[in-house]
């Protein structure tokens, strides 16, 4: 997630495989983990090929996030 991405405190962005219905498991990376936590960042929505991330306070820093897909 970059911190130019941001708008509104809400970034989407593209996810191969990602469908509106599957279910996802979304973690930060462990060097983004105290970013990710600090901003209050969170998946907030997810459709065809996008996951919609919503944050407390925008990161000063870009934050890399692991998405895990389960069909």
């Known amino acids: 997630l970059t911190v130019a991405g941001w708008s509104n405190n809400a970034q989407t962005v593209s996810v191969t495989g990602v ?3 599957n279910t996802v498991f979304v973690s930060p990376a462990p060097a983004s983990v105290e970013e990710y936590g600090n901003a209050g960042i969170y998946a907030s929505a997810q459709a065809n ?3 919609t991330f ?5 990161p000063t820093a870009a934050v890399t ?3 895990a897909i389960f069909d």
């Open 19 to 21: 469908t509106a219905n």
């Open 54 to 58: 919503t944050c407390s306070t925008t």
């Open 49 to 51: 090929g996008t996951i």
């Open 65 to 67: 996030v692991n998405v």
